[in-house]
């Protein structure tokens, strides 16, 4: 059966260029071009980089966006990804290899004579691997192990911030039974608890039952317990290149599992761009109160920051604060981001790479809108089920201002699609509007057919109220 419809219905929207009946169908990539051309800079900026072979590490939706806009960019001759996904797999070539060992991914980029290699996903960062890309001699986007920690320790994170005076909730770092109750104790409910390590954005709990807060702390053995921060929530991803930085699209992602940010956390289960709500200087004072801060601090202690800084922001009453670090882009949020810039991002990641932004120029960006809906397997986020077969990419894909990508997915032994994780696809829709690419997301996704998928109704149909602290 089809996944549920929205709650709330919606004309069709424009996107994409149309193709012509009356001549051969460009393809959607040539579709996409046409639509970014007039933002490109010209056929210097286009030829700026020169030819390159791009290696993608990682499997999710946030690699098959990334594949996707480099896919689009005209410097980026050769493409490869390891592991993958099938969606990834239609316009890139796959290779068996760990993204998190340092051995294998380096075996890879000689192989596939890799001239940049890009990391995805936070553990292959926090394995050090973007370390062994480099003292092999590839150019690699990611920040090296040491610098990393702002994702792989909410403790080191704390630590970076203060040093730096950025703006963030108070907090304690906690391993003891004493300590978890006087941390409680000081900051009060709602409490806020955060597992210190990697925990796929699913390492938090807000709640006011304080045993609650006890026994996650307890299960998680070293916590950081803050104080609770009202106000919308936005993620700020930047470029940095161990000095300078660029500030992307602030976007807004949905964490909570159901409709009215109800439900257990979740990895997201939606996203949008632009903010019209948001300050109209929100990038800027991001980069100048939080990133550029935080890249003095980072350097000064010997591990320059290369690579991709997420701000976690919460819009307080007194200003922002930084819910948390991450080193890679967001899950959803990459995939509205990346559809709407309209600079090639392959020399964006070079120039990161060779400590080089400054030359990169001012970015562009698309107008227009884009959201995300993603579609979640039965069972997520407790334990989702697998295996469930996949129909209907290419129907949602006839929608105007749509395409999807795959997040978590495999081909059975008969090359039919399948769930294998608890987020399994992103639908993403644009259009002239925030209302007209929710439109298209959600016509699309209710085109996609797979025993016990759902998702949420409600992305992008008005701002969230001010959501709770997360990981």
Same mark, same amino acid.
């Given at each position: 059966?089809?996944?549920?419809?929205?709650?709330?219905?919606?004309?069709?929207?424009?996107?994409?260029?149309?193709?012509?009946?009356?001549?051969?169908?460009?393809?959607?990539?040539?579709?996409?071009? !046409?639509?970014?051309?007039?933002?490109?800079?010209?056929?210097?900026?286009?030829?700026?980089?020169?030819?390159?072979?791009?290696?993608?590490?990682?499997?999710?939706?946030?690699?098959?966006?990334?594949?996707?806009?480099?896919?689009?960019?005209?410097?980026?001759?050769?493409?490869?990804?390891?592991?993958?996904?099938?969606?990834?797999?239609?316009?890139?070539?796959?290779?068996?290899?760990?993204?998190?060992?340092?051995?294998?991914?380096?075996?890879? !980029?000689?192989?596939?004579?890799?001239?940049?290699?890009?990391?995805?996903?936070?553990?292959?960062?926090?394995?050090?691997?973007?370390?062994?890309?480099?003292? !092999?001699?590839?150019?690699?986007? *990611?920040?090296?192990?040491?610098?990393?920690?702002?994702? *792989?320790?909410?403790?080191?994170?704390?630590?970076?911030?203060?040093?730096?005076?950025?703006?963030?909730?108070?907090?304690?770092?906690?391993?003891?039974?004493?300590?978890?109750? !006087?941390?409680?104790?000081?900051?009060?409910?709602?409490?806020?608890?955060?597992?210190?390590?990697?925990?796929?954005?699913?390492?938090?709990?807000?709640?006011?039952?304080?045993?609650?807060?006890?026994?996650?702390?307890?299960?998680? *053995?070293?916590?950081?317990?803050?104080?609770?921060?009202?106000?919308?929530?936005?993620?700020?991803?930047?470029?940095?290149?161990?000095?300078?930085?660029?500030?992307?699209?602030?976007?807004? +992602?949905?964490?909570?599992?159901?409709?009215?940010?109800?439900?257990?956390?979740?990895?997201?289960?939606?996203?949008?761009?632009?903010?019209?709500?948001?300050?109209?200087?929100?990038?800027?004072?991001?980069?100048?109160?939080?990133?550029?801060?935080?890249?003095?601090?980072?350097?000064?202690?010997?591990?320059?920051?290369?690579?991709?800084?997420?701000?976690?922001?919460?819009?307080?009453?007194?200003?922002?604060?930084?819910?948390?670090?991450?080193?890679?882009?967001?899950?959803?949020?990459?995939?509205?981001?990346?559809?709407?810039?309209?600079?090639?991002?392959?020399?964006?990641?070079?120039?990161?790479?060779?400590?080089?932004?400054?030359?990169?120029?001012?970015?562009?960006?698309?107008?227009?809108?884009?959201?995300?809906?993603?579609?979640?397997?039965?069972?997520?986020?407790?334990?989702?089920?697998?295996?469930?077969?996949?129909? *209907?990419?290419?129907?949602?894909?006839?929608?105007?201002?749509?395409?999807?990508?795959?997040?978590?997915?495999?081909?059975?032994?008969?090359?039919?699609?399948?769930?294998?994780?608890?987020?399994?696809? +992103?639908?993403?829709?644009?259009?002239?509007?925030?209302?007209?690419?929710?439109?298209?997301?959600?016509?699309?996704?209710?085109?996609?057919?797979?025993?016990?998928?759902?998702?949420?109704?409600?992305?992008?149909?008005?701002?969230?109220?001010?959501?709770?602290?997360?990981?």
């Amino acid at each position: 059966m089809p996944l549920p419809e929205p709650t709330a219905s919606a004309s069709d929207c424009g996107g994409l260029a149309k193709c012509s009946t009356s001549e051969p169908a460009p393809t959607r990539a040539d579709a996409r071009r !046409a639509a970014i051309e007039p933002h490109l800079g010209g056929p210097a900026a286009a030829g700026r980089l020169g030819a390159v072979r791009v290696l993608v590490l990682g499997s999710g939706g946030r690699e098959h966006a990334l594949a996707r806009a480099l896919s689009l960019d005209p410097a980026v001759s050769q493409l490869h990804a390891a592991p993958g996904n099938p969606g990834i797999g239609q316009i890139a070539e796959l290779h068996e290899a760990s993204p998190s060992d340092p051995a294998q991914v380096t075996a890879l !980029a000689a192989r596939t004579a890799a001239d940049l290699v890009v990391i995805g996903p936070e553990a292959p960062l926090v394995a050090g691997v973007a370390d062994a890309l480099r003292a !092999a001699g590839v150019r690699c986007f *990611g920040p090296g192990q040491r610098a990393a920690m702002i994702e *792989g320790s909410k403790s080191f994170a704390k630590q970076v911030m203060t040093a730096a005076g950025v703006p963030t909730a108070a907090a304690r770092t906690s391993r003891t039974a004493a300590e978890i109750d !006087a941390a409680l104790d000081a900051f009060g409910p709602p409490y806020v608890v955060k597992a210190d390590g990697l925990a796929a954005g699913k390492g938090v709990v807000v709640t006011s039952d304080r045993a609650e807060a006890v026994r996650h702390a307890r299960d998680c *053995g070293t916590v950081v317990i803050e104080e609770f921060l009202d106000g919308p929530e936005v993620s700020v991803f930047a470029l940095c290149d161990g000095q300078a930085a660029m500030a992307l699209l602030p976007a807004q +992602d949905y964490k909570r599992a159901n409709d009215g940010n109800t439900g257990p956390n979740t990895g997201g289960m939606g996203a949008y761009v632009p903010l019209p709500w948001a300050p109209a200087d929100l990038a800027e004072q991001t980069l100048a109160t939080v990133v550029q801060p935080t890249l003095a601090e980072l350097a000064s202690r010997g591990t320059p920051y290369t690579g991709l800084l997420y701000a976690g922001l919460c819009l307080t009453p007194r200003g922002i604060r930084v819910v948390e670090f991450n080193a890679r882009f967001g899950d959803p949020e990459a995939q509205v981001v990346l559809d709407r810039l309209g600079t090639p991002l392959g020399g964006l990641l070079a120039a990161a790479a060779d400590g080089d932004l400054a030359a990169a120029g001012k970015l562009a960006w698309t107008p227009g809108a884009a959201v995300t809906v993603v579609i979640a397997a039965e069972g997520y986020p407790a334990g989702p089920v697998g295996g469930d077969l996949i129909d *209907g990419i290419d129907e949602a894909s006839l929608v105007p201002g749509s395409y999807v990508l795959q997040a978590g997915t495999a081909s059975d032994s008969s090359g039919q699609l399948t769930a294998s994780g608890g987020r399994v696809l +992103d639908v993403v829709g644009t259009g002239a509007d925030l209302p007209a690419a929710r439109a298209s997301a959600y016509q699309a996704a209710a085109r996609i057919r797979m025993r016990g998928g759902w998702y949420r109704t409600d992305i992008a149909a008005e701002p969230p109220p001010g959501t709770r602290a997360r990981a």
